[in-house]
């Protein structure tokens, strides 16, 4: 019987009033800014997969934000039609995220790509989802459109290259800089270069921080010519280094990437680090 909302709202309305009527007529409410969201993980129904024998999944997407990486999973439900069976799902796949002037992100699932801060994202996945016990294998694309406030974490650390491009049968000399602006965490970081196998091209350095990585099982001496890995310790704001680097190119061209390993401690906690993209050089 409808009495009791009817009576709540009446109630309502003789509380509401009062408090209205006693507000100054020169005030104004209080205006309190939002707390900002902390990072969290938010998800929504994308769509739903269907099979010729009553086979059934239905899949979200979730994100994660507020730290350097954009998360992103598609966790499933699945079932069989007249089956009582409780079914573990698993599913896999690629993802692509899309955000207004914004260049497209895309990864694997589950997994990460760079988050751009707040915004409307809409993410797309072409998944494939088992159970087990099996019964259920479907596979297609799904699609939701997340909203996320959290704000983009601040860059801690930052490395810059002074060119971008190397060219075939030429040695190029680059200087790395790499910066750590934060005053958490510590001045040691790894920071490594690599191009591709198989193409001849070389990487050398005079710097004594820098090695060429070992391969293959001890007393093996073989390193790899075609990658870097320099040690640095002494990172602090206000003081960046510098690393000089020959990369020598062949007739077959070859890009360059680099990364840069950190730590952000928190006690003895395990995973405080992180792992920042560095500049990729093309080649012509």
């Known amino acids: 019987m409808p009495t009791r909302p009817t009576t709540l709202r009446a109630l309502a ?5 009062p408090l209205a009527l006693v507000t100054p007529a020169w005030g104004q409410p209080a205006q309190h ?5 902390a990072p969290g993980m938010l998800c929504a129904v994308a769509g739903t997969l269907r099979g010729d024998h009553g086979e ?3 899949v979200s997407l979730c994100t994660g934000s507020g730290s350097p990486q954009l998360t992103v999973s598609a966790p499933a439900t699945c079932g069989r039609a007249g089956v009582r069976v409780r079914f573990s799902c698993r599913t896999e796949g690629t993802w692509t995220a899309r955000r207004a002037g914004r260049r497209p992100v895309t990864g694997t699932l589950p997994g990460t790509g760079d988050y751009a801060g707040p915004g409307t994202y809409d993410i797309t996945a072409a998944v494939r989802v088992r159970s087990a016990p099996g019964g259920v294998d479907l596979a297609g694309t799904v699609q939701a459109t997340l909203s996320l406030t ?3 974490a601040k860059a801690t650390h930052a490395v810059t290259v002074d060119r971008t491009a190397l060219r075939r049968n030429a040695t190029t000399t680059l200087t790395y800089t790499i910066r750590r602006d934060s005053d958490e965490g510590d001045g040691n970081a790894r920071f490594g270069l690599i191009g591709e196998a198989g193409t001849g091209v070389r990487l050398a350095t005079a710097d004594a921080r820098c090695v060429n990585p070992l391969v293959g099982r001890h007393p093996a001496k073989t390193r ?9 310790t002494t990172l602090q704001p206000g003081h960046p280094e510098k690393v000089r680097v020959r990369v020598t190119v062949g007739a077959k061209c070859s890009t360059v990437v680099s990364k840069l390993g950190y730590w ?3 006690g003895q906690a395990l995973y405080t680090g992180a792992m920042l993209a560095g500049p990729t050089l093309t080649c012509r």
């Not at 800014?33 to 969201?37: G, K, Q, R, S, V």
Request: net charge negative; charged share 10%.
């Open 13 to 17: 309305g003789a509380f509401v009033l």
């Open 33 to 37: 800014a939002p707390a900002p969201e």
């Open 56 to 58: 059934q999944a239905v």
């Open 150 to 152: 959290a704000p983009a």
């Open 224 to 232: 790899l010519s075609h990658s870097l890995d320099c040690t640095l």
């Open 264 to 266: 952000m401690p928190k």
